[in-house]
Nanobody
Framework: QVQLVESGGGLVQAGGSLRLSCTTSGTFFSMNHMAWYRQAPGKQRDLVAVITNTNNTNYADSVKGRFTISRHNAKATVYLQMNSLKPEDTAVYYC????????WGQGTLVTVST
């Protein structure tokens, strides 16, 4: 059974940092491309960052230079380091495994205050 469990969200002031984690099970993690998405209230879910199974990365323009995606295959975990946070980064953040398109975790809420 595939499971994705996000953690690390919280309330932070603008300019602050958070590190999100997503622990997976049942996904053959090292073979999967992994991604972080986010969904702000009343908006669609958007792609934030991707890391391939060979550690190539790509980012949405809105987070380039501020966010860093990484992975630890032995721990079956993907991370999102978020620096210089802005109020517009406020959203529920979800991780996603490319090979399991219909499976999502519960997400973790990030709230950035002014």
């Amino acid at each position: 059974q595939v499971q994705l469990v996000e953690s690390g969200g919280g309330l932070v002031q603008a300019g602050g940092s958070l590190r999100l984690s997503c622990t997976t099970s049942g996904t053959f993690f090292s073979m999967n491309h992994m991604a972080w998405y986010r969904q702000a209230p009343g908006k669609q879910r958007d792609l934030v960052a991707v890391i391939t199974n060979t550690n190539n990365t790509n980012y949405a323009d809105s987070v380039k230079g501020r966010f860093t995606i990484s992975r630890h295959n032995a721990k079956a975990t993907v991370y999102l380091q978020m620096n210089s946070l802005k109020p517009e980064d406020t959203a529920v953040y979800y991780c996603h495994a490319h090979s399991y398109p219909n499976i999502w975790g519960q997400g973790t809420l990030v709230t950035v205050s002014t």
